[in-house]
């Protein structure tokens, strides 16, 4: 099992910036990529960043060059850096982790986190 706990969402400003983290604990182990997800109420839950085992990225073509994800060496903090913020970024920002085939190539999602932008 693996266990995600997102924070730093919020109100911001269109322009501005926020840094979400996402904590995991539990089987860090069996961690092979990361992502953050975002969902808006009545639409499909859509992929904003991800991260592999690898560090390779990838970027969903609205927030390139805007958004950088990150995480730490041993995959318990996964971060995701939000500059020149657009009002259509308002969604809540779901962390998630797939485990390496071997583990049975589970999903895990944190609870989300709401992010705001708005004058």
């Known amino acids: 099992q693996v266990r995600l706990v997102e924070s730093g969402g919020g109100l911001v400003q269109p322009g501005g910036s926020l840094r979400l983290s996402c904590a995991a604990s539990g089987s860090i182990f069996s961690i092979n990529d990361m992502g953050w997800y975002r969902q808006v109420p009545g639409k499909e839950r859509e992929l904003v960043a991800s991260?592999?085992?690898?560090?390779?990225?990838k970027y969903a073509d609205s927030v390139k060059g805007r958004f950088t994800i990150s995480r730490d060496n041993i995959k318990t903090m996964l971060f995701l850096q939000m500059n020149s913020l657009k009002p259509e970024d308002t969604a809540v920002y779901y962390c998630?982790?797939?485990?390496?085939?071997?583990?049975?190539?589970?999903?895990?999602w944190g609870q989300g986190t709401q992010v705001t932008v708005s004058s």
């Open positions: 991260i592999a085992s690898d560090v390779s990225t």
């Open positions: 998630n982790s797939n485990t390496y085939p071997t583990y049975g190539s589970k999903r895990y």
